[in-house]
């Protein structure tokens, strides 16, 4: 009767199949780290258009109802949005309601400075949220439209 040979890795298999992949986990790990950063940037331009869609739609609601004075209100998605001479206020009712920002779903955090008439809009999970953040500055006259910028990099967003 004959034996039936036993199939099987060696040591030496299973420790070269180890090396590889603790090569190949070295070079892909920094790759996936830069990847998030790169995300939380795309994200910000994502946000970025978003509110300046928002603040153009706004106004152009604004214009139709003749709501461009210094206050004024002004329904979109069946919500108010609270205007400052025809643009989103710096308010939760303002421009983050008209962008239809949720600082929970979306992962952000969102403030509102009434002594700045100033909105941030920072992604969280940065290394540092101040250097990967969207600012909407209020308009200040009729004749003039908010301030809105981003800051962030995929390096500073990372």
């Given at each position: 009767m004959?034996?039936?040979?036993q199939?099987?890795?060696?040591?030496?298999?299973?420790?070269?199949?180890?090396?590889?992949?603790?090569?190949?986990?070295?070079?892909?790990?920094p790759?996936?780290?830069?990847?998030?950063?790169?995300?939380?940037?795309?994200?910000?331009?994502?946000?970025?258009?978003?509110?300046?869609?928002?603040?153009?739609?706004?106004?152009a609601?604004?214009?139709?109802?003749?709501?461009?004075?210094?206050?004024?209100?002004?329904?979109?998605?069946?919500?108010?949005?609270?205007?400052?001479?025809g643009?989103?206020?710096?308010?939760?009712?303002?421009?983050?309601?008209?962008?239809?920002?949720?600082?929970?779903?979306?992962?952000?955090?969102?403030?509102?400075?009434?002594?700045?008439?100033?909105?941030?809009?920072?992604?969280?999970?940065?290394?540092?949220?101040?250097?990967?953040?969207?600012?909407?500055?209020e308009?200040?006259?009729?004749?003039?439209?908010?301030?809105?910028?981003?800051?962030?990099?995929?390096t500073?967003?990372?």
């Open positions: 004959s034996k039936a040979k199939g099987g890795f060696t040591l030496v298999e299973l420790v070269v199949v180890i090396v590889i992949l603790g090569i190949l986990a070295a070079v892909a790990l790759r996936f780290i830069g990847l998030q950063g790169d995300a939380r940037y795309a994200k910000g331009q994502a946000i970025l258009g978003s509110v300046k869609s928002a603040a153009s739609i706004a106004r609601g604004a214009l139709v109802r003749s709501q461009t004075g210094a206050t004024g209100t002004v329904t979109m998605e069946g919500l108010s949005v609270d205007l400052v001479y643009y989103p206020a710096a308010t939760a009712n303002g421009i983050a309601r008209a962008a239809n920002l949720d600082a929970t779903a979306d992962a952000l955090t969102i403030t509102h400075t009434v002594a700045t008439k100033t909105t941030t809009i920072q992604i969280n999970g940065a290394g540092t949220p101040a250097n990967c953040q969207i600012t909407y500055v308009a200040a006259a009729a004749d003039a439209a908010p301030t809105i910028t981003f800051n962030g990099s995929a500073n967003c990372g």
